[in-house]
C-alpha cells in the first residue's frame, strides 16, 4: 500500500501510514512494559522504583536525537514529495554522523556522572546501586540506539512505516526475551540484576540495526549503505537546517525531561512505593499517547510532503484530518484506560499500595493525552513548514512556567495526586495557545520548501 499515491483520500493515507507507525509505538510500550513487569515481579519493587528512577534523565539523554530524527523526517519528507533522491541521501548521510557523534558525546559524559545525578534527584539509598548500575549499561547503548531511531525517522519520512516496524519486532523481541533471561540466569547465562535491561536493549538494538542495513541493501533502497556511504560526511549548512527544525523538538522533550526529574523528586519525598507507582503510571501512559503521537508524526510527514510537492493547499486538510483522528482514537483509548485502571495497575507490581496509588493517579493524568495530541497536530503541521521558534515557545513556557509550578501549589491542596493533576491542566493550557497561534497568524503566512 502506497501512502504517497496522490489519488488515494488523504484519511485512508493517514490509516495506513498509522496501521505500521501505532503498531510500532505500541511494540515500543509493550517491551518497555515487559521489561517494567519484569523488573517488578521478579526482582521485587525497589527494582523497579531504580530503573524508573532514571528514566526522566534517559529521556534527557534521547531528547536531541528525538528532534533530529524530527527535522530530518522534515527535510526528507519535501525533497521525496519533490523526488530529489540526492537530496534525500544528502540529508540521511549528514543525519546518521551527527547522531552517532551525538550519541558518543553521551556515552562519555553520562557514564561518569550519573552517580551524582541520581543523587541530586534525591534516589533513596536503598535501590541507588541499581539504578547507578542500570543507568551506565544504556549508556553505553545510546549510539546504537540512536541509530536506529534515526534511521527509522528517516524511513517515516519517506512514508515508509512498515520497515521500521519490522527491524523493532526484532529489538524489541531480544530485549523482552533477553531481560529475564540475564535476570534469571538462562541458559548459564550470568546473573545481572538491575542491569539486565540495560544489556538486553544494547543487543537488541545492535541486531536491529544491521539487520536494517542488511534490508535496505537487498532492496537497492535509496537510504541503503552503498548508496549512503558517500553523504556520510559532516554537512555544517544542512545540519544547521536540520538543527534549526529539529532543536526546538529535542528542547522540549529536555525540557519536559528536567519537568518529570523536579516532579519525581517531589513524588520521591513521598516513598519508594510512590516512586514505583509513578513508574506505573508512566508506562500505562506511554499506551495512551501511541495514537496522539503516531498522528502527530503522519500529520508532519503528509505536510511536508504536500509542501514539497508544490501542493501547499493540502496543509489545512492534513490538520483537520490529523485532529478529527486524534479526537477519535485518542479519546477512545483514554475513556478505555480510565474504567480499568485498577486492572492496569496491577500489571505492573502485586503491592496493593502502589496498584491503588497507580490507579487513582491514572484516572486523573489520562486526560491529558488528548490535548497533548491535539495540541501536537498544530505543532507538527507548523513544524513541516519550518516554522518551529513560536510552537516552542508556547510549549516550553507551559513546561516551565505553568506545569510544575501548579504542581507544587496542587501538592498542598490534593496531596500527592495534584502533582499528577498538573499534567492534564498543562497540556490542555498548551492546547489552547497553540491553536490559538494556528488560526489566528500562521494561516495566514506563505508556506515555502526549505530544501
Known sequence: MDTNDPTTPLPRRFLRFLGPLVATNLLQALSGTVVTICLGQLLGAQALAAAVSFFPLFMCCIAFVIGLGAGASVLVGQAWGARDADKVRRVAGAVLLGGFLLGCVVVAVGATAIGSLLRVLGVSGEVLPQAIAYARVLFLAMPVLFLHQLSAALLRGLGDTATPLRALILASGLWMLLTPAFMLGWLGLPPLGTASAGWASLIGNAVALAWLAWHLHARGHVLAFSHLRPHLRWNTPLLATVARLGVPTGLFFVTSSLADVLLLRLVNGYGWQATAAWGTVNQAMAFVQLPAMSIAVAASVFAAQAIGAGKPEDVAHVTRVGLWMNLALTGSLALLVAVVSPQVASLFTRDPAVVDLAATVLRITVWG???????????????????????????????????????????????????????????????????????????????????
Do not use: D, E, N
Not at 375 to 395: D, E, H, Q, Y
Not at 422 to 436: E, F, G, K, R, V
Open 369 to 451: 493525552s488528548l490535548a497533548f495530541g491535539l495540541a501536537s497536530v498544530f505543532t507538527g503541521v507548523m513544524r513541516s513548514a519550518g516554522t518551529v521558534r513560536v510552537p516552542t515557545v508556547i510549549s516550553l513556557s507551559c513546561l516551565t512556567l505553568l506545569l510544575v509550578p501548579l504542581a507544587y501549589a496542587l501538592q498542598h491542596l490534593l496531596g500527592l495526586q495534584g502533582i499528577w493533576a498538573s499534567y492534564p491542566l498543562t497540556y490542555l493550557c498548551a492546547l489552547a495557545l497553540q491553536a490559538i497561534y494556528f488560526h489566528a497568524i500562521w494561516k495566514k503566512r506563505p508556506i515555502r520548501r526549505l530544501v
